[in-house]
């Protein structure tokens, strides 16, 4: 599977961006997608994931992004609103092929493709 990250950009704080996640190759009706994020001299933290409609989100996004997925288009996005200074960083969508219970969607090791990352900007 190839997972490609698109939508970073650099925006002004509270404004908006939609980050997308395409997937070819082996992809399966039962994947949990995820995206993570990673800003400088940070670790990688979870931010969001979905699979047959579930979604989880991490405190610090919840209210303010959302993500989706269209399954025709194997795409799953991530639209991000209210955007802070502290949500610049890198962003990460991951795919994990198969199902596993809802408590572990926020562990990047149950994940087991990544996407490039596209970075996300905001500026005070």
């Known amino acids: 599977v190839q997972l490609q990250a698109s939508g970073g950009g650099l925006v002004q704080a509270g404004g908006s961006l939609r980050l997308s996640c395409a997937a070819s190759g082996r992809t399966f009706r039962t994947s949990v997608m995820g995206w993570f994020r990673q800003a400088p001299g940070k670790e990688r933290e979870f931010v969001a994931a979905?699979?047959?409609?579930?979604?989880r989100y991490s405190e610090s996004v919840k209210g303010r992004f959302t993500i989706t997925s269209d399954n025709a288009k194997n795409t799953v996005y991530l639209q991000m609103n209210s955007l802070k200074p502290e949500d610049t960083a890198l962003y990460y969508c991951a795919q994990r092929p198969h199902r596993i219970i809802w408590s572990e969607w926020n562990k990047a090791e149950n994940y087991n493709d990544w996407g490039q990352g596209t970075q996300v900007t905001v500026s005070s």
């Open positions: 979905i699979n047959a409609g579930s979604t």
